[in-house]
C-alpha cells in the first residue's frame, strides 16, 4: 500500500518492500506489486468490476425480465444456471485485472481476511453499483418491462426471515468457494471460474424457488432501485454480508490468516500493463 507522496519509483526501491517486511519476494512478484499499488490503474479495475457486474445483472436480471414480456420461454434451470456461467466467464475473462469480484460481499470478504485493501472497497462497491443500475436501466429500455420482473424476493409461501437464512447459507458457501479457489484477493485461472461459477449454478438451481438466491446486494438492490420497489430487501443486503463473515472466519478455521505475504504475492494477478522483454515490444 502506497503512502502519502509515494510515487512509482519510490516503490521499487528496495527499501520500500523492506519496510514492509516483504524484501524477500521474487523481482517479478515486486515489479507487479508495483503496478497494483500504482494509482494510475486503479480505472483499469473500477471500469472491470463495471463491466463485469453490468454482464452479470444482463443475464441475472434479464431472464426474468424476458419471461414476463415474451411468456416464460426461458426455463427457470437456464435463468439460474446462466448467471453462473456469465461469472465463469468473466473470471477467466477479467480476473486478472480487477479480480472479478462484482459482489459487494465478495469485496467485503477479501477486505476483512486481510488480501484486500479497504481503501479499495468504497471504490469497487460503486463500481459494481454502476455497472449493475445501468444492465438493469438497459433491459428496461429495450425490453419494455418493469425492474422488478428481474428483482429477487421471497417466496410467497415462505417468511423473510427463512430467505434471509437461505442467503446466508448460500453466501457462505460461495465465499468459502471463492476464498478456497482464489489466489489471495484475485479470482483467476480455470479452477477458480469453474468453481466459483458452478457454484452460483448449482445453489440457484435448488435454492431459487425460496429466495430467488441472490448471494449479491448489488444483485438484487439494481432492479429494486430502478423500480422503486424495496421489498424485503433487508434480506438481500444483510444475508450475503453475514455470510461472507462466515464464511471469513471459517477460512480462518481451515487455514489460518489472509494478508501478509501470502497476500501481498497474490497481487501479482493484477493487471500488469509493462511488457516483460522490452527489446521484443
Do not use: C
Not at 421471497?154 to 448460500?170: C, H, K, N, R, Y
Not at 439494481?222 to 443486503?237: E, G, I, M, R
Not at 501479482?268 to 515490444?281: C, M, R, S
Amino acid at each position: 500500500m502506497s503512502t502519502p507522496g509515494m510515487n512509482s519509483s519510490d516503490m521499487e526501491s528496495p527499501g520500500y518492500w523492506a519496510h514492509l517486511g516483504l524484501s524477500g519476494l521474487p523481482k517479478s512478484v515486486v515489479e507487479r506489486l508495483t503496478d497494483f499499488n500504482n494509482p494510475r490503474q486503479e480505472w483499469r479495475r473500477l471500469f472491470s468490476e463495471v463491466m463485469g457486474t453490468f454482464l452479470l445483472l444482463l443475464v441475472a436480471a434479464g431472464s426474468g425480465m424476458m419471461n414476463a414480456a415474451f411468456g416464460d420461454p426461458i426455463s427457470r434451470t437456464a435463468a439460474v444456471v446462466a448467471p453462473g456461467l456469465m461469472v465463469m466467464a468473466m473470471i477467466l475473462f477479467m480476473g486478472r485485472v480487477s479480480g472479478a469480484h462484482f459482489n459487494p460481499a465478495v469485496s467485503v470478504a477479501f477486505a476483512l481476511r486481510g488480501d484486500f485493501p479497504w481503501r479499495r472497497v468504497p471504490g469497487y462497491i460503486i463500481a459494481q453499483f454502476v455497472g449493475a443500475v445501468l444492465a438493469v436501466l438497459l433491459l428496461q429500455a429495450i425490453i419494455g418491462e418493469s425492474a422488478a420482473n428481474g428483482a429477487t424476493y421471497p417466496a410467497q409461501s415462505t417468511t423473510d426471515v427463512a430467505a434471509f437464512l437461505m442467503e446466508v447459507i448460500l453466501t457462505f458457501g460461495l465465499v468459502s468457494v471463492i476464498l478456497g479457489t482464489a489466489s489471495g484477493a484475485q479470482n483467476i485461472g480455470i479452477i477458480g471460474a469453474l468453481g466459483v461459477g458452478g457454484y452460483i449454478a448449482l445453489a440457484g438451481l435448488w435454492a431459487s424457488p425460496l429466495s430467488g438466491a441472490s448471494m449479491n446486494p448489488i444483485r438484487s438492490l439494481a432492479p429494486d432501485l430502478v423500480a422503486s420497489d424495496f421489498t424485503a430487501y433487508w434480506v438481500y443486503l444483510a444475508g450475503p454480508l453475514l455470510g461472507a463473515a462466515v464464511a471469513v472466519v471459517a477460512a480462518y478455521m481451515l487455514r489460518g490468516r489472509g494478508g501478509g505475504l501470502a497476500g501481498s504475492q497474490a497481487a501479482q494477478g493484477a493487471l500488469f500493463t509493462q511488457p516483460q522483454n522490452p527489446d521484443k515490444a
